[in-house]
């Protein structure tokens, strides 16, 4: 079965922006029902079962996950250095999404993001529908594809992905 990995933080986080805050464990079971809806496992970090640091198994799944849905929402530094990681990683199957008054970054206007509508402590029922049946096909279409979308290998082309060795291996 084809993989994502989800990229985001977890529970209650606060937008430092505008002082917001949001619950993005609301988020991520609408990501992971478009995810499954789409017939892709789907996991984020908390969900990793692993001993010492999450370190070593989180840049595995971003190297190695079919499929990466990051949710930049509250503007989480970590979220966005994993982004960037997955970006340098691999040249596509990378989507991102963030709550509706998410301002874009200067680096990040010219990136495709999907938009949700966030209410603070959920997402109503109407928007969670919109916004998952609106996932679910960009994943169909996405994972269908191998079309870049990382920044890198845009404006590198020549640049080629790393093999993961272990996996050859199998």
Same mark, same amino acid.
């Given at each position: 079965m084809k &993989?994502? #990995?989800v990229i985001q933080g977890y529970g209650r986080k606060t937008d430092y922006r505008d002082g917001r805050v949001l619950d993005l464990d609301a988020s991520y079971a609408i990501i992971k029902d478009a995810v499954q809806a789409a017939g892709l496992e789907c996991i984020r970090?908390?969900?990793?079962?692993? &001993?010492?640091?999450?370190?070593? +198994?989180?840049?595995?799944?971003?190297?190695t996950a079919d499929l990466v849905v990051a949710d930049? &929402?509250?503007?989480? &530094?970590?979220?966005? #250095?994993?982004?960037?990681?997955? #970006?340098?990683?691999? +040249?596509?199957?990378?989507?991102?999404?963030?709550?509706?008054?998410f301002q874009n970054p200067f680096d990040f206007s010219h990136i495709s993001i999907?938009?949700?509508?966030?209410?603070?402590?959920d997402i109503g029922a109407k928007e969670a529908r919109r916004f998952s049946d609106e996932l679910k096909e960009a994943i169909l279409?996405?994972?269908?594809?191998?079309?870049?979308?990382s920044p890198i290998y845009t404006f590198l082309p020549n640049l080629r992905p790393p093999i993961d060795q272990q996996a050859e291996d199998e």
């Open positions: &993989s994502c #990995f970090a908390d969900e990793i079962q692993h &001993s010492g640091a999450i370190d070593l +198994p989180m840049y595995e799944w971003l190297l930049l &929402s509250t503007y989480n &530094s970590n979220a966005v #250095f994993e982004l960037g990681v997955r #970006f340098a990683l691999r +040249p596509h199957a990378t989507i991102i999404v963030a709550e509706e008054q999907r938009r949700y509508k966030h209410l603070g402590d279409a996405i994972a269908a594809e191998t079309r870049t979308d």
